[in-house]
């Protein structure tokens, strides 16, 4: 019965779901040929790996679902395991514990952080694995930022009757009282996007349109605005300054590497963005045993990638990222048009100073001695890096 079902695979593109006697999916993988992954999943002696050895002595029945390219068959791939969370496959865990920063598609949007995602058109930033750090970035929002904390429903109607009054934020300029059309859609949306590019780390760029703006109302003798703008943009550069400086040239870029200890992996990235970091996630994968190193490297660049808002230019990864992390990088690249690196020889300080380090961390052992502290900035700047050929 099953050499028969075999025979029915489509040589193409798409994905597969290799499921128990009770219907439970065990595994769901990818093929650029779906007949010929599958015949190789199923023959005698097929799987080297006592893992794959014991997901076969469970299997009885699979699914397949063809798609048009292969980087289709990724994207899905990512998506099914993120759901089903199978066994035998990489999982990222307890990823649905993670917090995000949210902004809610409203009229007048709120700004909150949440562990919880609804499908209303919502925009979601994050994951973020350390949850200091995303308490520090919403108490900036609040401070810089004047937008409504509160849960009421405003739009054009509920202006019109005059059903709500400002409140105390608005008196000590914390909101810009929308509620009682006090302020445009339009520029409270416009306020909303400079969120936006402080929350993805975009400060010169929303500096540089902070002073256009002030200057514009300046002209305009709205010198109040403008002076709200101003103190704006003297937060945002305090902020700034606390963050460490890694690139002169202000690129965008994340530093991505894993370390294992016995079963345990930890996927540590750091965000690199205008130059400076901005942030740092890192997360625990299970199911790992047995698998090579840069399979799990793989696995974990999809599910990254799935799962974050923002995909760089850039991609820098450990030197084991050449062996066979192009399925990530690729399923990235589809996502954000980033191109991914190596560092060169000279260059490794970026992960052998702080990345590296985090992920030994992470995992509850002391960072090796080996390892030089060398900083961020002497990692970059210093010649074009290798690309690792996706």
Request: aromatic share 8%; charged share 30%; with cysteine.
């Amino acid at each position: 019965m099953m050499e028969e079902k075999l025979k029915s695979v489509p040589k193409k593109p798409g994905v597969y779901l290799i499921k128990d006697k009770k219907g439970k999916i065990l595994y769901v993988g990818k093929a650029k040929v779906l007949k010929d992954r599958l015949r190789a999943h199923f023959r005698p002696g097929g799987g080297e790996r006592r893992k794959h050895r014991l997901m076969m002595a469970q299997a009885e029945d699979f699914e397949t679902i063809v798609t048009d390219s292969e980087v289709e068959a990724l994207i899905l791939e990512a998506n099914f395991v993120k759901e089903h969370r199978p066994r035998y496959n990489v999982n990222l865990k307890d990823d649905k514990s993670y917090p995000y920063i949210r902004v809610t598609n409203e009229n007048y949007p709120r700004v909150f952080v949440t562990r919880k995602i609804v499908r209303d058109g919502s925009r979601y930033f994050g994951p973020y694995t350390d949850v200091g750090s995303v308490r520090q970035l919403m108490a900036a929002i609040r401070r810089i930022f004047p937008v409504r904390t509160c849960r009421l429903r405003i739009d054009g109607g509920t202006i019109r009757e005059k059903k709500h009054k400002i409140c105390l934020s608005y008196h000590i300029g914390r909101c810009q009282g929308p509620c009682e059309g006090l302020v445009s859609q339009e520029d409270y949306r416009w306020t909303v996007d400079q969120i936006v590019a402080f929350i993805q780390g975009k400060n010169k760029q929303l500096v540089g349109d902070l002073e256009d703006r002030m200057n514009h109302l300046a002209k305009q003798q709205k010198f109040e605005e403008a002076a709200r703008l101003r103190d704006e943009i003297r937060y945002i550069s305090t902020f700034q300054s606390k963050q460490k400086v890694v690139d002169e040239l202000s690129a965008d870029r994340d530093l991505i590497t894993v370390a294992t200890e016995g079963e345990d992996v930890c996927g540590v990235v750091f965000n690199v963005r205008d130059g400076k970091i901005t942030n740092r996630h890192h997360f625990y994968l299970g199911g790992v045993e047995g698998i090579p190193e840069d399979q799990v490297l793989t696995s974990f660049l999809k599910q990254y990638y799935l799962r974050t808002d923002y995909v760089p230019a850039e991609i820098y990864l450990t030197e084991l990222g050449r062996v066979s992390g192009s399925e990530g990088l690729a399923f990235s690249e589809e996502r954000g048009k980033g191109r991914s690196y190596c560092p060169k020889k000279g260059q490794e300080g970026a992960f052998d100073g702080d990345v590296h380090p985090e992920c030994e961390t992470a995992l509850g052992r002391t960072p090796s001695s080996e390892i030089p502290s060398c900083g961020l900035g002497s990692s970059f700047g210093q010649g074009a890096p290798e690309r690792s050929e996706a």
